[in-house]
């Protein structure tokens, strides 16, 4: 073989060898440009056959390749934060006579994420599960879906305005608000509305006042009768109860009375009325008690072991009347709704017939106190006798609790009658005819009268006590007639008065509140007597 070939051999083998190192290195196809020699097959004729060259075995190990890091996803922002009510208002827009009939609710909602997409109102009557509910008028609850105030739920804040109208009343009520994000996250706020009038306030209305014995004893230990043939609407109540009190000054304020005149607490030593009060500073708390004018009644005096008289000789009973009226005179008497008469407050005494002294010291007590020039006081006489008492002149009127029995003698029979049971019709006559020969005595000794109306009376169910006086039935009908001469023959001079007994005395059946049987009876019979004046 010539050296010429044979080169050119070795030379293909080289240029052979290159290619597979390139493609091991590349771990690629070679490029469809690299061209690779032809293969020259020499002839026989031009070389002998050569011994076997040994091919190269390549063996191409792949390069391992880095293992990709997963790719974070990020996670989509979820608001969870409710958005905040701030600034719930209520606020009564239309009011007549203290009767609240319109108001408007206003508040705001923000979010730190998400707009506000959508809020509620709801007015809701109060339930007063430990009362019945029959005194209290029906109404439904309210709900009201809501606006923003700029028209559109587009923003992170929003203001809203919502009015209440042509609200029933004689109750509190829940104002609830309810706002949700576009997230869907919820959020509640609520108030809860001061008492709100059921009746207009018509006792300002006329140039009458009306002025009903209140009492606000009934406690647990002291309570009302649980047997009465007629209950009271609101149930057996206790008089620390504020909702009571409300719908006390509510139902009569609305019927045209003015003054509760409320025993005083320091009544009877012996029944220890200390209670009434803890009782009477709880009512001073409610709502509507500047909407009642109001005084005390009491023997203010507690020399009563066991009935009066009360002997003003002895120094203890001139002294603790002394006292009592000045206790009220420097803790309660300077209220603005403290009952007074040309300026001056005025207190009621009850069984001031009972007062004695042989030394004058029931007209000192009285002077002592400033009767007449500091303080009015109001005294009581009974029976159809005049008797002459020598505090006449330091009284600025008299009255009688319970004419229909005080001024009756047929019922009695001490006074030649007898004890029974009599319609307030047969009786009526007589008590008026008292009062009128009491109306004249007094006013010519220069004091005024002041006549009682009452319904009847029946103390048959008085767990205190087992005096059971003579019953006289109660009767709308005989009352209205009642009031009805009292306003022509009584009422004829200024300031014009009228004593009732009582609003709520149900041991001995004078009252006039609301009942399971009567209702409204007689508070409808003394508004209606009384119009137009």
Partial sequence: MSGRILRKELLRLVAVLFIGVG???ACAKPSPEAKIPPTLTPTATHMPTPSPTPTPTLTLVPTASPTPKPTATPTPYVDRTPPEISGLEWQPTRVVNSKVYDGRVTFEAQDEGSPIAYAELNFVPKEYPHLSRAAFPEEDPRKLVLKPLDGAFDELKEEFAVDITDIIGGREYDVVAVVKDKAGNISTASLKTPYIREFENMAPLDDITIAAFYYNWYSPNYYIPRNLPDKPLLGFYNSEDNIVFNRHVDWATGHRIDVFAFPYPYHNSKYAFTWLEKIFKKNMEAELFG?????????????????????FDDPKVKQDFIENIEHIKAHYAELPNFWRINGKPV??????????????????????????????????????????FEWYNNVYGLYTYEPLLSFVDSVWPHAGGKLGTYEVGGVLDEALETMRGWKQFVERIGIKYIPTISPGFDNTYDYRTTNRPSIIVRSPYSFGKFISEVK??????????????????????????????????????LKEALAGH
């Fill in 23 to 25: 493609l091991i290195s």
């Fill in 291 to 311: 909407q009642m004018k109001f005084s005390f009644c009491s023997t203010f005096v507690d020399n009563t072991d066991p009935h009066p008289p009360y002997d």
């Fill in 347 to 388: 207190i009621v005494t009850w069984s001031t017939h009972a007062y004695q002294s042989e030394s004058g010291n029931v007209k000192y007590a009285m002077e002592a106190v400033g009767s007449g020039r500091d303080v009015l006081l109001i005294g009581e006489i009974v029976g159809t006798g005049k008797p002459k």
């Fill in 488 to 525: 022509r023959d009584f009422l004829d001079r200024n300031p014009k008065i009228i004593f009732v007994t009582t609003l709520n005395e149900w041991f001995e059946g004078t009252q006039i509140e609301p009942s399971e049987e009567e209702g409204f009876a007689y508070l409808e019979i």
